[in-house]
């Protein structure tokens, strides 16, 4: 499959609103600091910006890539601006570089997807999410054994 002619495949625009409970919630899962004061200038926690990656899926599903064959391999999040509870946030995911590795029997693709994070209420920016995710599939087809006992 030819993965860098998709360079550029979008996600649709997608909103997500967190309420302060939501953000509370995941900030005591994952114990961070921020759960421990919440107030209605608290900001997200860092690792809750995970929520906003569900566009990647919508991309591979969109290039034909199976998420049996993928393996997720780093994440990288900018923060520009906090995201405040119940602030709407518009994203879109998008396919922006692939650097394919051919073996004898497999190509391995690492794909990343970059989403970029809109405060609605004034169009500035929050942050970047980068995802690093390894595609893996077989470039030739490789004749089974011949089973024991089968006639030649």
Do not use: W
């Amino acid at each position: 499959m030819d993965l860098k002619s998709k360079i550029g495949t979008k996600s649709r625009v997608l909103k997500n609103r967190l309420s302060a409970l939501d953000m509370v919630d995941f900030a005591l899962c994952v114990r961070s600091p921020m759960a421990k004061k919440p107030s209605k200038d608290s900001s997200i926690a860092p690792s809750m910006f995970t929520i906003f990656r569900n566009g990647e899926f919508e991309i591979m599903d969109a290039i034909g890539v199976q998420l049996k064959q993928v393996l997720h391999a780093e994440q990288e999040y900018e923060f520009f601006k906090p995201i405040l509870p119940d602030q709407e946030v518009e994203y879109q995911a998008e396919l922006t570089s692939v650097l394919e590795k051919k073996g004898k029997d497999y190509r391995m693709s690492f794909l990343v997807c970059e989403t970029k994070l809109t405060i609605v209420e004034d169009h500035s920016i929050a942050g970047i999410c980068k995802s690093t995710i390894v595609y893996r599939e077989k470039t030739t087809d490789q004749a089974s054994p011949p089973s024991e006992g089968a006639k030649s």
